[in-house]
């Protein structure tokens, strides 16, 4: 029996997140509950915390890179005691993108856990088209790891990275490094990891990548990977204005540029070198459903083996936000309300 309250993590303002009791959400025609496994806490979560969010109004139940069981079914989709992870969009159906098939850039484009309530909580009410099966076997708290991942598949396949190509990533948080892992399971024959911290740096070279030393740069490293014509795709995690300035003398010649990370505010880029190299620049907003799939087919095969995480419980959300703002000990931060699953 579905109990009538249920915990949750409640933004409630700028800094301030209460964990208590609140009423389990209604559940619309068709649609379907998910008991939550783990939630995985990203840079989106802290700015919602921090007040810094164009879009979210507090009160707000957090979260959107999610993973769990279906309590109850919805009309389609899975059945119940199905492991699941969720496709977070909530897309308007109207405009020219969604017209064209292109749901994932739309031009209203909202996230469960920003516009919707979230999962930072026991339990979520999803539409059952959102819910993507996750096969046999393979761990709730690595399914989380979907969401994020799926970002990696699209930025690599909007790239038009080829097998044997030098590629250079740019920043070894979350998204850098599964940017990393799958364009070296795409066939990169080099890849090239610059970040300022230590503790990343050393992650990165753990999964075997090759990193740019403290005393280097990434245009010196790859250079003798390149006999000095820069990497075939670069990709930049990072979105710093130190990082943009380079990404055009750090490309070769008809090389490609993929803006990963998002920038807070227009970033100066040397649109000169770009002409002059005949560079391609595209950017990345998320990721489409196919992508989510691939993500989950990726993760079942066992790409995510080695990538730390850590998980706190829900009723301790404050110390998670803590870690995962310290970007140290773990690469993803990870929320769970099942009792006895986080990390001691």
């Known amino acids: 029996m579905i109990p009538t309250t249920m915990t949750a993590a409640w933004w409630l303002a700028a800094d301030t997140v209460e964990v208590t009791q609140v009423p389990v959400p209604e559940v619309p025609e068709g649609w379907a509950l998910v008991r ?19 879009r979210a109004a507090a009160p707000l139940i957090l979260g959107h890179e999610m993973s769990g069981w279906v309590e109850t079914a919805g009309s389609t989709g899975p059945p119940a005691g199905t492991l699941v992870v969720v496709e977070p969009l909530i897309s308007c159906g109207e405009c020219k993108a969604c017209r064209d098939g292109l749901t994932h850039v739309c031009n209203r484009l909202g996230l469960y856990g920003i516009d919707a309530p979230g999962a930072m909580a026991q339990l979520v009410a999803l539409p059952p088209e959102v819910l993507h099966a996750v096969p046999d076997g393979v761990d709730p708290r690595t399914a989380t790891l979907a969401e994020p991942l799926a970002v990696a598949v699209h930025a690599v396949d909007l790239s038009g ?22 364009a070296r399971h795409a066939g990169a024959a080099h890849v090239v990891v610059t970040e300022p911290s230590a503790w990343r740096r050393e992650v990165a ?43 055009a003398s750090t490309t070769r010649v008809r090389g490609r540029i993929v803006i990963v990370g998002v920038y807070k505010q227009p970033t100066p880029i040397d649109l000169q070198a770009i002409c002059f190299k005949e560079q391609s620049v595209v950017g990345v907003r998320v990721y489409t459903s196919a992508d989510v799939t691939r993500a989950i087919e990726l993760i079942a095969d066992g790409l995510l083996e080695g990538f730390p995480t850590r998980a706190f419980a829900l009723d301790d959300v404050a110390a998670a936000f803590d870690a995962a703002a310290s970007g140290q000990d773990c690469l993803k931060v990870l929320v769970t309300p099942l009792p006895g699953k986080a990390d001691s």
């Open 161 to 182: 990275m080829q097998a044997g190509d030098t590629v250079a990533v740019y920043g070894a948080g979350p998204i850098g490094v599964l940017t990393a892992l799958v």
């Open 205 to 247: 070279a753990g999964l075997g990548f090759t990193v740019v030393a403290p005393d280097s740069t990434m245009a010196g490293t790859l250079a003798p990977l390149t006999g000095g014509e820069g990497a075939d795709t670069t990709f930049d995690s990072a979105a710093h204005p130190t990082v943009a300035a380079e990404l």
């Open 36 to 54: 939550i496994a783990y939630d995985g806490v990203c840079g989106t979560d802290l700015s919602i915390l921090h007040g810094m969010h164009p």
